[in-house]
Antibody, heavy 115, light 112 residues
Framework: EVQLVDSGGDLVQPGGSLRLSCAAS????????MTWVRQAPGKGLEWVAI????????YYVDSVKGRFTISRDNAKKSLFLQMNSLRIEDTAEYYC????????WGPGTLVTVSS | DVVMTQSPLSLPVTVGQPASISCRSS???????????LSWFQQRPGQSPRLLIY???YRDSGVPDRFSGSGSGTDFTLNINRVEAEDVGVYYC?????????FGQGTKVEIK
């Protein structure tokens, strides 16, 4: 059974940092692109970043470029999102998603940026 | 960035009747290999989104066959053949042909 478990969300002050993790199981992790998608409270979905199978290609939405870094560890079947210089508008539920087309979603982890 | 525009944003439907959601992109979603990376998702209240349709018209595993996707280029449609009460939720289209990926605003489906 495919499972994605997001973690690392927390309350952080503006300007702070967080590292989100996603533990994958039930499929060959190294064979899939992986994506982060976020959803602000009561709002729609926003695509954040994607990484290819071996980590050589990464793409970001403009609003996080230079602040967020997506990475992966295929040996540990894990996906990461390093989030620096956090802003209030980064407050959202963050979902780890398998693939380019969005096949499986984790339960989400809540990031709250507030003073 | 590619702008995805869904309509309507709110869709009251009667159980057993058909429903249709439109998604238009600001540029063609056909890539250089002829592939079109347009997906549809359902998000029920309090749940993570679920993939319904990928690459315009391929139904994901376990998705009821009352859901279908169609379209090409910049114009796409999600159809629900006969709406059931469990179909209540918000539906999103997403393109990942061009980077960054982008979502439509979402269409809220509710039962009349």
């Amino acid at each position: 059974e495919v499972q994605l478990v997001d973690s690392g969300g927390d309350l952080v002050q503006p300007g702070g940092s967080l590292r989100l993790s996603c533990a994958a199981s039930g499929f060959t992790f190294s064979q899939f692109w992986m994506t982060w998608v976020r959803q602000a409270p009561g709002k729609g979905l926003e695509w954040v970043a994607i990484i290819n199978e071996d980590g050589s290609e990464k793409y970001y939405v403009d609003s996080v470029k230079g602040r967020f870094t997506i990475s992966r560890d295929n040996a540990k079947k894990s996906l990461f999102l390093q989030m620096n210089s956090l802003r209030i508008e980064d407050t959202a539920e963050y979902y780890c998603v398998r693939g380019r087309g969005g096949g499986y979603w984790g339960p989400g982890t809540l990031v709250t940026v507030s003073s | 960035d590619v702008v995805m525009t869904q309509s309507p944003l709110s869709l009251p439907v009667t159980v057993g009747q058909p429903a249709s959601i439109s998604c238009r992109s600001s540029q063609s979603l056909v890539d250089s290999d002829g592939d079109t990376f347009l997906s549809w998702f359902q998000q029920r209240p309090g749940q993570s989104p679920r993939l319904l349709i990928y690459e315009v018209s391929y139904r994901d595993s376990g998705v009821p066959d009352r859901f279908s996707g169609s379209g090409s280029g910049t114009d796409f449609t999600l159809n629900i053949n006969r709406v059931e009460a469990e179909d209540v939720g918000v539906y999103y289209c997403m393109q990942v042909t061009h980077w960054p990926g982008t979502f439509g605003q979402g269409t809220k489906v509710e039962i009349k």
